[in-house]
């Protein structure tokens, strides 16, 4: 399937489905706390399945059930997904870095594969590429398995029920950002390179500290983008 220079192949998939594995353990543990903390929340198990395929945003679907409440009202649900598209944002960022090597391809495919497009999936995709990687199949492949693996460990962590309620009491929600920071580097190209990263940590950082929830994550990576953007001008 694709061209020869823009492939999308099922060698293509099962190394993705390889590349990710490593990310599998701590996946599968996040998948718990997050069916633990829903089930606490008095989510159903449907509930929760829905959630985890539809959704699909770890991160986000905690930070979703931190504000849950019994009964909704309309601005409630407003601010809720306001909330959670704000936390996602970064997607598109992440997204747009891809689009070189995503444009090469039908839109009817990129729709497909960037809804299991996550944080490690860019990471994969990012190292991929610059390795001179070009088959499709590796994002397509490594986002099934980690969608279907989320979906799979939600049903025992939900049975388990308030045993794990706070995943952040065990340190859970450090796992993929752990992750993130191991993968990214081999992505080391200089320290001239480094400046965006380290921009956006600070002014996240600085902006955690000065505004309350999650905007943080916005102006962190949008400093960053934009430090990159003139760094690339200037070079």
């Known amino acids: 399937m694709g061209n020869v220079a823009f492939p999308v192949s099922a060698a293509g998939m099962l190394a993705g489905v390889r590349r990710v594995s490593v990310l599998m353990p701590g996946v599968i543990i996040f998948a718990v706390a997050f069916g633990a903390a829903a089930s606490a929340k008095g989510l159903s198990l449907l509930e929760t399945l829905l959630m985890s395929a539809l959704v699909y945003g770890g991160i986000s679907q905690l930070i979703a059930l931190e504000l849950w409440r019994p009964e909704w009202s309309w601005g409630g649900i407003v601010a809720l997904a306001a909330l959670t598209a704000t936390v996602n944002a970064r997607m598109v960022l992440q997204g747009a870095s891809l689009q070189p090597w995503f444009a090469h391809y039908p839109k009817s495919l990129n729709a497909f594969h960037l809804f299991f497009f996550t944080d490690a999936n860019w990471v994969i995709g990012t190292r991929y590429h610059a390795e001179g990687g070009r088959d499709l199949g590796v994002l397509i492949g490594a986002g099934l398995a980690l969608w279907l693996v989320w979906i799979l460990f939600t049903i025992p962590g939900h049975a388990l029920g308030a045993l794990m309620a706070d995943p952040r009491r065990l340190g859970i929600d450090l796992v993929l950002p752990i992750f993130f920071a191991a993968m990214i580097v081999p992505l080391w190209r200089g320290k001239r390179a480094a400046v965006p990263w380290v921009v956006a940590g600070i002014v996240a950082l ?30």
Do not use: E, P, R
Request: aromatic share 10%; no cysteine.
């Open 206 to 235: 600085v902006t955690s500290k000065l505004i309350d929830g999650y905007a943080f994550i916005i102006v962190g990576a949008l400093s960053g983008a934009l430090v990159g953007a003139f760094a690339d001008d200037a070079a």
